[in-house]
């Protein structure tokens, strides 16, 4: 049997869906691949490289910076699972203005998405609102300094539901970074240098996620089931909404990257971060 390292970078559905209903379905033994899906999220770009990585934001800000030469393979979304929360005062976009805004840092791929959704919605993240950067979990803290006020509002991923959270606590759902931003976020990347890309290990690996990128589409039942273990403080029926809303129209079901919805993003980032675009091609490579 063959054996792979697939790191995470983040935690919540839109990281771990996938990889997860794959492992869960026995897809991986199916392959004869021995996946061993380790937690990256703190680690160094070094030691991301010698094994496959999950998260393709975090890969594309590393090729832009530090000039890496991530292949991606496989992608499972164009549209980030983050969104923006306002306390009971704050009702829009527009009210973020002189607010405190609980973000992740700018070097990061989703504090990147926000400062361009903000720029979007005419906000200067350095000058119009207060960005309080704080490290990525699973934003049970937001929850409370929203409902102390201590912040104003806050930027958060996929560990909870934003409309669900929104409904008991009296917050605002503001914004929906899919919406307003696509991007190639998540799916299998790796760096040749150590992980070539006719591995066998790295195939079965992208063959098993495209195989429960097909499963989250065509059996939805079973994929409500997998969204409600993630996220249990839902109801089934607001798991089943979750689904409807934001996984079964967005995820791919067959792994293939949009190319101009990826240039663009690129295009957009690599503007963000102040440095030079990159071709998609040559980071995107073609599903199997």
């Known amino acids: 049997m063959h054996t792979i ?31 061993a899906i380790r937690d990256g999220i703190k680690w160094k770009a070094e030691r991301l490289r010698r094994g496959a990585m999950i998260g393709l ?16 393979l496989s992608v499972n979304t164009h549209r980030p699972l983050f969104w923006f929360i306002g306390g009971a005062k704050v009702t829009s976009m527009a009210d973020l203005r002189g607010r405190r805004l609980a973000v992740h840092a700018v070097h990061t791929a989703p504090g990147c998405f926000a400062r361009i959704v903000l720029r979007k919605h005419g906000l200067d993240p350095d000058r119009d609102l207060e960005c309080v950067v704080r490290a990525p979990g699973d934003y049970q803290m937001d929850l409370r300094r929203l409902r102390d006020g201590s912040i104003d509002a806050a ?12 409904e008991e606590e009296g917050f605002r759902l503001l914004a929906w970074v899919g919406d307003h931003f696509q991007i190639p976020t998540v799916g299998v990347v790796v760096d040749p240098v150590y992980i070539p890309l006719d591995s066998p290990a790295l195939q079965a690996l992208v063959r098993a996620n495209q195989r429960a990128l097909r499963t989250i589409a065509e059996q939805p039942r079973l994929a409500v089931d997998y969204i409600a273990l993630f996220l249990d403080r839902l109801t089934r029926e607001e798991a089943q909404q979750y689904y409807e809303r934001y996984v079964a129209p967005y995820f791919t079901p067959d792994g293939q990257v949009d190319l101009n919805i990826a240039q663009q993003a690129i295009d957009a980032v690599a503007a963000e971060l102040g440095v030079a675009s990159v071709a998609a091609d040559e980071i995107y490579q073609p599903a199997q």
């Open 5 to 35: 390292d697939l790191a995470y970078v983040g935690r919540g559905i839109h990281e771990e869906l996938v990889a997860y209903v794959a492992d869960q379905e026995g897809y991986y033994t199916d392959e004869g691949v021995h996946v």
């Open 57 to 72: 934001g975090r890969a594309l800000l590393s090729r832009l910076t530090d000039g890496i030469g991530w292949k991606v």
């Open 155 to 166: 930027y958060v991923g996929s560990t909870i539901s934003p409309e669900q959270v929104a």
